[in-house]
């Protein structure tokens, strides 16, 4: 159920209400909004002010509005983000060096949050993956196993910030350099590096310290950086 309308631009606070359902993913392109008298009756308002709700969510891109039919949302900013991402298929060396700049700028910042947001339960998860990457690598487990814990290890750093826009960007993000960082975790030397460089950021979490995570955030992605610049994947800017 949406929440009553109480302020005086109403139809603005009927879209944002509608915007953030569709931001936050709990309403997916594809789906059909209730009818302009249910959500009059939801919102407590008239039919009118929904029809300018609607109409300032068409301009925006998020929804359709169809003659005789139900609105259907067609859009968000991560329907957006994931299509583009996606759309790039097997990425070559200059478009691996972007994506990699990307997560250079955003994950710093995720690690510092998570120092301050990370619930116990969030901390007991990542030093479990952190465990369990110890145990792989005493064992000789392949390259792949420690890179799905390190994945796993940053997707729990993010999702502890609490900001599920900014988990499913990552996610994409990840997913599309996969093939990328897999050259990383076929190195042993680099798989017990990276060991490391993930216990330095997760001791700043845990220690509560948004500084030192975000510093070992930085360095592990520049050691990732200079892994895969020896391997010839990444091209630098202004390389040939």
Sequence with gaps: MFEKVKKTRIYETIALQIKARIDSGELRRGDMLPSEADLAEQFGVSRGSIR?????????????????????????????????????????SSEAMHLHEIRCIIEPGVAALAAMRASEEDIAQMQEYLKEMRRAMEAGAPGFVCQDLANKFHQAIASSVGNPILSDILEMLWDVLE???AIVYGQQERVDDSYYEHSRILEGIEKGMPELASSAMQYHL?????SLRAEGILQSYGDK
């Design 52 to 92: 300018e709700a609607l109409r300032m969510l068409e301009m925006l891109g998020l929804v359709e509005s169809q003659t005789g039919k139900r609105t259907i949302v067609t859009g968000s900013l991560i329907d957006t983000v994931s299509e583009n991402l996606k759309s790039l298929g097997e990425v070559d």
């Design 222 to 226: 520049a050691k990732v950086e200079e």
């Design 179 to 181: 093939d990328v960082t």
